[in-house]
């Protein structure tokens, strides 16, 4: 209790700080909603040291800039606690304070998932009826082992050194790649973890497309397996729409996809050689960051199609990937983020 008394009082002063920065300018509105609004940190850092530089050159030499330079290091400062220490959920003031009086905790776990859904959309980072369907309708809450906050913007581990990702950035991924998620079509989630984001690729496809989740840790795959079955996904799991494989396995690797719960697999695969089995695919995810681009995964992206990807090593980008119907590429860059890296198992279970 002490604690989150604690927590919002601190919350309270970084919003009169950044408020101030505001203050006379519309430099720095966007920072307001960013604290506890699920942005990537990069972003909130980068948008701070914009109006600082900003600042610095309208009050350069006197005591009112000196001033600014020390609010916006305790801002930045605080940003860092609250997104990195305490991890900040997508939830104002008020709803902190219902939560300490048990209003929140009490509810159901689908009544959660709505609240968290409702915030995404009230941030801005949920923008279609169709995400917003799809991300109520996978509970987040049974993709997060049990001892985790299920329900707060933030990644979750899930053990092998490997996350769930935010929720901010599943809804960001689905808003970039609805309209490659279209029913019938096939979509590859690159690094699938827990499986939460396969399922809502399954719901978007529907019976009649293919969502294929690929992972290199073969206990990571087996309990995403059973996520999805506790999920509203089980139906597309058992009929075959959706299937979790097991990559970069030897040559007698397992592969946990059904129909058959033990396949052997004569090929070796791993994350950034994609699943050519299935492709080409219309939607391809990413979910951890590369070096640079996988050109397995932009053979096997279909003309037409979109490939969301984090690139970099400690600055990264979330980067849009497009083949045009003549097969040519473009590439933009969506925000700042910072993902855990795309890697062999080896290297992952060793920490990187």
Not at 62 to 76: R, T
Request: hydrophobic share 40%; proline share 5%; aromatic share 8%.
């Amino acid at each position: 209790m002490a604690f989150l008394i604690f927590c919002l009082t601190f919350g309270s002063i970084l919003n009169k700080i950044l408020r101030e920065l505001a203050l006379n300018s519309d430099l720095a509105g966007n920072l307001l909603g960013m604290g506890s609004g699920g942005e990537p940190f990069w972003t909130i850092a980068n948008e701070i040291h914009r109006v600082w530089l900003v600042k610095k050159d309208l009050n350069e030499g006197n005591d009112l800039g000196k001033e600014m330079d020390a609010k916006i290091l305790v801002a930045l400062l605080a940003i860092v606690f609250l997104k990195f220490f305490w991890v900040v959920p997508m939830w104002t003031e008020g709803d902190l304070k219902n939560k300490i009086s048990g209003h929140f905790w009490t509810r159901g776990s689908a009544d959660k998932n709505r609240v968290l859904v409702d915030q995404l959309k009230q941030y801005g980072v949920i923008k279609t009826k169709k995400v917003a369907e799809v991300m109520e309708t996978i509970d987040r809450g049974l993709f997060v082992p049990d001892g985790n906050s299920d329900y707060i913007d933030s990644p979750m581990p899930i053990g092998y050194n490997a996350t769930i990702s935010a929720p901010h950035m599943h809804g960001t991924c689905l808003e970039l790649l609805k309209e490659h998620l279209q029913p019938g079509m096939h979509a590859l989630d690159v690094g699938s973890g827990s499986g939460y984001l396969t399922a809502c690729f399954a719901m978007m496809v529907g019976l009649q497309g293919r969502a294929v989740g690929v992972e290199h840790i073969p206990e990571l795959v087996a309990s995403s397996i059973e996520n999805v079955k506790r999920s509203a996904a089980s139906s597309l799991l058992n009929g075959g729409s959706l299937s979790l494989h097991v990559a970069g396995l030897n040559l007698n690797g397992l592969d946990f996809s059904p129909p058959s719960t033990c396949r052997q697999e004569k090929k070796m695969l791993n994350g950034r050689q994609g699943w050519p089995e299935q492709a080409p695919y219309d939607a391809i995810h990413v979910g951890a960051a590369a070096a640079k681009i996988p050109q397995p995964l932009l053979d096997q992206l279909k003309p037409g199609g979109r490939m969301v990807i984090p690139v970099g090593s400690f600055f990264q980008d979330l980067q849009v990937v497009d083949k045009k119907l003549d097969g040519s590429i473009s590439i933009r860059s969506e925000t700042s983020v910072r993902y855990v890296p795309l890697t062999s198992r080896a290297a992952q279970l060793q920490g990187f």
